[in-house]
DNA sequence: TTATCAATTAATAATCATTACTCTTTGATA
DNA sequence: TATCAAAGAGTAATGATTATTAATTGATAA
């Protein structure tokens, strides 16, 4: 999603939720990251900025974006969970070795969402689509 | 999966696990589990027989499962982690409201995975597919 | 521009699923 | 039947997340 803080500004107060530098910042951070940060990652980056900042208010923002529908929380079994602000259908690809998550796009996986969802009477309300695969960094190193 | 204890003990001892009451209980009830089972629904099932069980052997019984290929640990961002004995490829139908998980299979599913295999090298190691749906009993409560 | 007040923050405690640990028991082998 | 590593029971520890509380701060309206 291309984000800035005028658009955020605005979905804060169309959704009667009040601006606050915190929430820019977290907001700003987690809507921009294409790495699929954990809470944890968030804070230590957060926190560059705003020294006193709990990881509280980092939980309370990520729940706020679910909520607005702006990231997902991704399904994986690992402790911590990892966000994602790619709202488009796709795979995440994992790397079991590093736990890197890559975004998956392709016809292949728009058709089969399609094709499911018909199947299914056309009432989804979410999915999540992962696939385990070595990264090709992993796959390197050997 | 198709399961005796006649089978389970071939499979322990081909491992070299040792077989003992316990595992041969926990396993027998997790593999013939259609209910997506949580470790908590595990012990509190396997405690009527064994009353002095521990929620630790019931974890260390799953992590072997797990080892031998015999049931996958599914990709839920909700705890408790649940469980699922179906190693075919196949679609998770959660329900969001009161957290039943149905398994479903078609053509459909199949073949995405096959060509989104091939697409990606046909190195997947694994694959978790989750979809949330409403279930018939929730949507018939309203 | 300032007063008001509910929303938000920071800090900390609580929760709870899971894992680690320790000691006791037991299955498998010779 | 003795031996011993593996497994079990019980309990403590861990760690991510949530709840709580008191202080602070946006947003509104006088």
């Not at 969802?117 to 695969?133: H, P, T």
Request: net charge positive; with cysteine; glycine share 2%.
């Amino acid at each position: 999603m291309d984000i800035n803080d005028e658009k955020l500004i605005k979905l804060f107060h169309s959704r009667g939720f009040k601006v606050t530098p915190q929430r820019l910042g977290i907001c700003n951070y987690v809507l921009k990251s294409t790495d699929h940060p954990s809470a944890e990652k968030i804070y230590s980056n957060i926190k560059k900025k705003y020294k006193t900042i709990s990881r509280a208010t980092v939980y309370k923002t990520i729940a706020l974006l679910k909520e607005m529908g702006l990231i997902s929380e991704l399904n994986l079994n690992t402790t911590p969970s990892r966000y994602d602000p790619n709202q488009n259908i796709h795979v995440n690809i994992i790397c079991p070795k590093c736990n890197s998550i890559s975004d998956y796009e392709s016809e292949v996986v728009e058709e089969f969402f399609l094709n499911l969802k018909s199947e299914l009477d056309n009432d989804i309300l979410g999915q999540n689509l992962d696939v385990y695969k070595i990264c090709e960094t992993c796959s390197k190193k050997k």
